[in-house]
């Protein structure tokens, strides 16, 4: 059974800069695994942001990238805003399967 | 503009079935995929697979095999999802998302459909 594992939680401040990784239990995450990644709002559907570890979508904020680091694929938010407050899911493809992330809680305070 | 339109709430008895739709619109249903996601009431997302909207054949997540049927009725551009022999631990919401055209990911999600299930 494949898992995806992301940090549980995190906290930043606004204005400040947070880096959220993805990290599979196959080994290390490469543009192979074509990174997705999700915002969740409290009582909403999931929302993409990040596809092929570092497309945008037309509406994804621009303070929102995507990249590889250290194995793993990361989320990177600059200039976070309070709206940012959100769970966020990555989602690696595994040939026909694909397998989320637990998700982590993004606080910003 | 694209738009996935879930059934609404459904309250059920285990034992039960139960058929969640998804209507699409704003795009040719045909030229994209359909995938079926479950999020179990405080809980991660959960990706359960999905069905090739042109041939109609389906791709069934581990864990998501036997009890979960995924169907089209491609005349009302609409996907569906069937739950039978409902247990108390299929209580989640359940969201449709469509696969992007030429790119690997979903991009377009439903509302949600909250299933819960109790006698």
């Known amino acids: 059974q494949t898992v995806v594992t992301q940090e549980p939680s995190l906290t930043v401040s606004p204005g400040g800069t947070v880096t959220l990784t993805c990290a599979s239990s196959t080994g290390a995450v490469t543009s192979d695994y074509y990174p997705n990644w999700f915002q969740q709002k409290p009582g909403q559907a999931p929302r993409a942001l990040i596809y092929?570890?570092?497309h945008k979508h037309s509406w994804t904020p621009a303070r929102f990238s995507g990249s590889l680091l250290g194995g793993k694929a990361a989320l990177t938010l600059s200039g976070v805003q309070p709206e940012d407050e959100a769970e966020y899911y990555c989602l690696l493809y595994y040939g026909g399967a694909r397998v989320f992330g637990g998700g982590t809680k993004l606080t910003v305070l | 503009q694209v738009q996935l339109v879930q059934s609404g709430s459904e309250l059920k008895k285990p034992g039960a079935s139960v058929k969640v739709s998804c209507k699409a619109s704003g795009y040719t249903f045909s030229d994209c995929a359909m995938n079926w996601v479950r999020q179990a009431p405080g809980q991660g997302l959960e990706w359960m697979g999905w069905i090739n909207t042109n041939t109609g054949n389906p791709t069934y997540a581990q864990g998501f095999t036997g009890r979960f049927v995924f169907s089209l009725d491609t005349s009302v551009s609409t996907a569906y999802l069937q739950i039978s022999s409902l247990k108390a631990e299929d209580t989640a919401v359940y969201y449709c998302?469509?696969?992007?055209?030429?790119?690997?990911?979903?991009?377009?999600w439903g509302q949600g459909t909250l299933v819960t299930v109790s006698s």
């Open positions: 998302a469509r696969d992007a055209r030429y790119y690997d990911t979903t991009d377009y």
């Open positions: 092929s570890t570092s």
